[in-house]
């Protein structure tokens, strides 16, 4: 029977740890008081000068030309704001506007179109596949922390609910050296709503076929200094099944609510203080049917918890931001066979996470502006399905990183990052990159990078027996840490015509990557032991990954928006020579938006199509894999809005227009019609 009580204690040891890190951390600061300390008064009389003219700047009212070259603010390249178009580093956003157009109800739906990306759905949910790696290489931030609760060292996305996001950034790559390990394949940075001045209330149900149900609400008040926001969701769906000559369900029956606090403060000279207060409940269940007949109820109770506090105040000349979270996961999972209980199996899996980062960044002469800190790390995890009581580990990382402003049309972008895990020694990661504008509307970026992912604890001590399907797989303790050489390449060139003309915003780009990973963890069979197939992790593969992702961006007039990309993968297994499985060669997605402005009607429609995924399997039982091609499919979603009042717009919608999906090579929910309404004070 599964438990439903949210456990708040973290392990004494991982406080201890965190305790020390605290030290480190402090000692850091202290130095950068002591290089940094001359130019205090200059600077801030510098920096108010600038605040006062950049202020009056923003009140002063734009023509529409300006107000549509604005470029986005993003947080994510440099790890700290400035325009989109500046960065050095890739980013990509989808801004809030946009996720409201997509009609998802999650992040996984969010970015299952998106260029590059690919989800993959398992028992454990949604995880993201970027740039040809596996999910358990992409870091999964929000407001800049480490999210808790990987399953088989992957996110699920479908977890995280769209009603409080900002802003999705995504960084490609491991191209920048300010985020540290797992962050092989890429960065996803979830950036929530920020309070407004005044209250502001916001609400949305929408309910739809497969049973499904979402409601979320919103409510923020900002006064003087203080701003304060609650955020929350309920969303249901139930169980469907693509196969309807088996009971086995093919997508479980889901409820999850979700509940965020954030109370902000700003005090003098830029001192601002925000805490972070969040917890999450998700809960399936669905019915599995073996080929020996016995049926399985399949359960799950995933429980999350965590608080964060961030303070940024000048120092030094510079600015000082300092992070903290501390969080708390309990997973639950049940196989429960009706009518009998020899192959029950029930793992309670208990995760703690602490960290805490310090950065200073501070401005110098001739366009150079630095950042310096510490991140440290502590988790823990006790587990049925580990060899041993309680995994702890501890992390400590010294990073620095340099962009320097050469010229308005040359930026680079120098760093490295140096790891002292206590589990895999020393690691150093160094990167450069260089954006460069050959001519108005250009710019061209090149960027290389390094990157380093220790081990997780199940991959060194798991021990799990799947008696009824006949393997068993272990962990392995001498596995070494995976590392990889990233190189980036991004161009975009964007016009702007006359207002009128059929060119009045188009804009193209190519992004291209190419990624080696040495020590490839994976597993491979160790032959069998009585009846069962056993497994074990082993750093077995180096493989390369090649891809492109080419796109065009067209606006012919104020009412229409169009987009078109197209995506290509190439990932090799050198160590065996072979394709990677589950990595779809060729994709294309395109969209159309189109206002109509006497009946502010606005309708968004979404079609994207992907080249089948190869994986290999031993057919027929001689010890060899036979290549296993899936079928290509297209997907498609529609949607309609229409305001009926400046306070209330109703949607409806299709999802999955073309009923994409099948078993075994394709597990996609079926068609969903959808309808809803969105209100807001």
Known sequence: MLMHHLESRV??????????????????????????????????????????????????????????????VIVSGIRSSQRQKDAVVRVRVISRRSIQKSGADNLAELLAEAPGLRINRTYAGMSIQSQGLSPRHTLVLTDGFRTLGRLDGAI???????????????????????????????????????????????????GGSVSSLDATALASYGWRRWSAQVAGGFHSNGSWDLNPDDDTTSGSAQQSYDVGVRIGWRGDRDRVATLYLDTQRVMKEGLEVRSTGAVFDRRSDTEIFGVGLKFRHPLGGGVLQTAGRVGYMRHQFLYDQRGASAEDSYDDAREGLATLSTRWQRQLPRGHTLSVGIDALAESLESSRVSVDRVERGRVALFGQDDWHLAPTISVQGGARAIVDSGFGNA????????FVPAPGWNLRLGVGTGFRAPDAKERFMRFENTSVGYIVTGASDLLPEKSTSLQFSAIWRRRGRTGSSWQRVAAGLDAHCTWVDDLISTRSLGVQGAQVVYAYANINRVRTLGTVTWVRWKPTSRIQTRLDWTWLNAIDQSKDRLLQGRSPHSVSASVSVRVPRLRTRLNLRVAAWQGR????????????????????????????????????????VDNVFNAGDEPDLVLKPRLWMAGIRGQI
Not at 428 to 435: C, D, E, I, S, V
């Open 11 to 72: 392990g004494h040891r991982i406080v201890r740890v965190f305790d020390r890190t605290c030290i480190l951390c402090c000692l850091s600061l202290t130095l950068a008081v002591v290089l940094s300390h001359r130019d205090v008064d200059a600077l801030a009389m510098s920096e108010s000068a600038t605040r006062t003219t950049v202020a009056q700047a923003e009140s002063a009212p734009k023509p529409a030309s300006m107000r549509l070259s604005v470029s986005p």
């Open 156 to 206: 699920d996305l479908s977890r995280f609910d769209l009603a409080r996001i900002e802003r999705v950034e995504i960084v490609p790559g491991a191209s920048s050296a300010l985020f540290g390990s797992d962050a092989l394949g890429g960065v996803i940075n979830l950036i929530t709503r920020r309070p407004r001045q005044g209250w502001n209330l916001q609400g949305t149900v929408q």
């Open 428 to 435: 150093f990661t160094p990167n450069l990159g260089l954006r």
């Open 614 to 653: 190869r994986r290999y399997q031993d057919l027929d039982g001689n010890g060899k894999d036979e290549k296993v091609q899936s079928p290509a499919y297209t997907m498609a979603d529609l949607r309609l809005e229409q305001p009926i009042s400046s306070k209330l717009t109703l949607h409806v919608g």
